[in-house]
């Protein structure tokens, strides 16, 4: 179970990063632009 939770953890974690990183490219790419 322990296990399990680490695996869950680690996913929302990195699900969670990736759409933080998302949304600062998406920012920077808006200021690029103008």
């Known amino acids: 179970m322990s ?3 680490k ?3 680690t996913f929302v ?3 969670l990063t990736s ?3 998302n949304v600062l490219l ?3 790419n808006k ?3 103008k």
Do not use: C, G, S, W
Request: glycine share 0%; no cysteine.
């Open 7 to 9: 695996i869950v953890v």
């Open 3 to 5: 296990n399990f939770m």
């Open 26 to 28: 998406i920012k920077l």
């Open 19 to 21: 759409a933080a990183v």
């Open 31 to 33: 200021r690029n632009d």
């Open 13 to 15: 974690v990195a699900a």
